[in-house]
Nanobody, 115 residues
Framework: VQLQASGGGLVQAGGSLRLSCAASGRALSRAGKGWFRQAPGGRREFVAS????????FYADSVKGRFTISRDNAKNTVDLQMDNLKPEDTAVYYC?????????WGQGTQVTVSS
């Protein structure tokens, strides 16, 4: 089972990016999935998660109203639409699967927001 994240990059404050995570293996097609991030010198922190059906979504307070998580079970992907980005959103973003232990992790994709 592998998770492959993509879509990171450099953007100015106020801009948008869309991250995507593709999971290999049908075992994760219905698993809960989420996004976490780790800023330089910081701890890995929760950003957003989505249930297997896609009905339940949870967000960190810091991203509520700006980020939107979605999934496509047919494609086995989970996306994170990030709008109105702020410099403090700069971090390596990781996708993960299989809560609550978050057993599976992708390699991370860098998001840099310039002021």
């Amino acid at each position: 089972v592998q998770l492959q994240a993509s879509g990171g990059g450099l953007v100015q404050a106020g801009g948008s990016l869309r991250l995507s995570c593709a999971a290999s293996g049908r075992a994760l097609s219905r698993a809960g999935k989420g996004w976490f991030r780790q800023a330089p010198g910081g701890r890995r922190e929760f950003v957003a998660s989505i249930s297997g059906s896609g009905e339940d979504k949870f967000y960190a307070d810091s991203v509520k109203g700006r980020f939107t998580i979605s999934r496509d079970n047919a494609k086995n992907t989970v996306d994170l639409q990030m709008d109105n980005l702020k410099p403090e959103d700069t971090a390596v973003y990781y996708c993960s699967a299989d809560p609550p232990t978050w057993e599976y992790w992708g390699q991370g994709t860098q998001v840099t927001v310039s002021s």
